[in-house]
């Protein structure tokens, strides 16, 4: 299997793709796409490489990096890598009023309050949180829930495939 880092930045990538926002969630509508990482960033050149030159919705993609919340810009999809589950937690309580997709590969990432979970193994899988997508206006397309593993939907955990 390629690297795993160069899968969920590729991922990371096409949720800007299946994954709706608000409007309130840009400052204007030319206003760049925000990824963010939160923690020691487990991904490098890779996630330059696979945003470089790319658009979605007319959008540029802008990745910015910090150890903590505070020193983030507002972002539309932030990569929780702490390995605390502490600050974790307490990052996804700042998050969880907010229009911002979590993403993070905890094993309890879903129950924690993120959005969405990557499982690497033979291949990279991934679960949803579909109660906390809806509670901040984020509209998850179809063909994103179809190829995920579980899916969280109120309350309960179902398994997909």
């Not at 990569?79 to 009023?97: I, T």
């Not at 309050?113 to 809806?134: E, P, T, W, Y």
């Amino acid at each position: 299997m390629e690297n795993p880092n160069t899968v969920k930045a590729a991922f990371l990538r096409n949720f800007a793709h299946y994954v709706s926002w608000p409007n309130t969630a840009f400052s204007d509508s030319s206003s760049p796409w925000h990824i963010g990482i939160l923690g020691q960033d487990p991904f490098g050149k890779i996630l330059e490489t696979t945003f470089q030159g790319r658009t979605e919705q007319g959008r540029p993609f802008e990745i910015f990096r910090a150890d903590s919340l505070d020193e983030l810009p507002p972002c539309q999809i932030v990569f929780v890598a702490y390995p605390d589950a502490g600050k974790r937690r307490a990052a996804l309580e700042v998050l969880k009023d907010r229009p911002v997709l979590t993403v993070g590969d905890a094993p309890e990432f879903l129950r924690e309050g993120g959005v969405i979970q990557f499982q690497v193994s033979d291949r990279i899988r991934m679960s949803i949180n579909l109660d906390q997508a809806r509670a901040v206006a984020l509209t998850i397309q179809t063909k994103m829930l179809e190829v995920s593993t579980d899916i969280l939907e109120n309350g309960i955990v179902r398994r997909v495939r």
